[in-house]
Structures are given as C-alpha cells and as structure tokens.
C-alpha cells in the first residue's frame, strides 16, 4: 500500500505556471508508474501525464509542450509543472501509484484543485 499526498494547487491566470508535487509514502522507484490525472467538474477522470519506474513519460495530447512530470527520488516525490496554464485545464488534479504486478491496482492522492482564471 502506499499513501499520496497532493499539494501546489492554486488559482492563477491564463498563461500563469503552476507546479504540483505528489509526496508517496514510498519508495516511488517500487511503483511501476505514477501519474497525474484531473477531473473538472461534469467531466471524466482524464490522464495528464505519467512516468514509468524507468523513466518513460507519456503526456495527453492537450499538455503537451505545456506540462512536464518529473520526480525526485531521494524525496519520493512526483511532479507536474504546468506552463501555459488556460482556462480548459482547471480542474482537481489527482496523482496516482499504479501497480501492474500480478494483479493491477492503482491508489490516489486527495487531489489539489487547479483553476485557471480567464
């Protein structure tokens, strides 16, 4: 099991930048992959971003060369620094520990609400 705590969410302007930080209860490079999904309201969960245990990121379509998820791993900590930052992608931000060993199973943060003023 492993426990996620979410932080660095705020309220800021078109264009403005923001970066979230996902501290895990352990060591991360355990995880087979965490990510950063966001949910807005009326909406699905969506995928941001994630990073494998050996380093491969994949990005939704819409962040792309805006978003960058990256980690330190003496902190446990994964995070996504968003640039760029337009009204479309305020939303609450989740961060996710996914296993994929046998059986898969996933765990989520408490998420961090991200809005984006027009």
């Known amino acids: 099991q492993v426990h996620l705590v979410e932080s660095g969410g705020d309220l800021v302007q078109t264009g403005g930048s923001l970066k979230l930080s996902c501290a895990a209860s352990r060591n991360i490079l355990s995880i087979n992959a965490m990510g950063w999904y966001r949910q807005a309201p009326g909406k699905e969960r969506e995928l941001v971003a994630v990073i494998t245990a050996g380093g491969s990121r994949n990005y939704a379509d819409s962040v792309k060369g805006r978003f960058t998820i990256f980690r330190d791993n003496a902190k446990n900590t994964v995070y996504l620094q968003m640039n760029s930052l337009k009204p479309e992608d305020t939303a609450v931000y989740y961060c996710?520990?996914?296993?994929?060993?046998?059986?898969?199973?996933?765990?989520w943060g408490q998420g961090t609400q991200v809005t984006v003023s027009s």
């Open positions: 996710n520990a996914h296993y994929s060993i046998g059986v898969a199973l996933d765990y």
